[in-house]
């Protein structure tokens, strides 16, 4: 699905966050309903679990992008305050 580019690293952290979001709030709620009428409408339930197991993994991945640029975000401010107070 989306791995390689959330594995990138290169991706903002606002981004990650609406991505997460869409997951939660977009693909979960049709997951859902496709589970509930995966037999009336002669959808192959196996075929929902894999994607639902895949979106799970995607919306881990991008949680754990998420906390690491958030992280880098706050070294990258709160590095040069450190250094400019030892050089006084």
């Known amino acids: 699905m989306g791995y390689s580019y959330v594995n990138s690293r290169s991706v903002e952290v606002h981004r990650l966050e609406h991505y997460g979001q869409a997951v939660i709030e977009d693909a979960y709620p049709l997951l859902l309903l496709l589970s509930e009428t995966a037999e009336s409408e002669t959808l192959p339930s196996q075929w929902i679990e894999d ?3 895949e979106f799970t993994t995607l919306l881990a ?3 754990e ?3 690491s640029a ?3 975000c706050v070294k ?3 590095w040069p305050r450190i ?3 030892f050089t006084l």
Do not use: C, F, G, Y
Request: charged fraction near 35%; avoid cysteine.
């Open 61 to 63: 991945l991008i949680d």
């Open 76 to 78: 990258s401010r709160v």
């Open 83 to 85: 250094n400019l107070k």
């Open 65 to 67: 992008a998420w906390i």
């Open 70 to 72: 958030k992280d880098e």
């Open 51 to 53: 994607v639902s197991t």
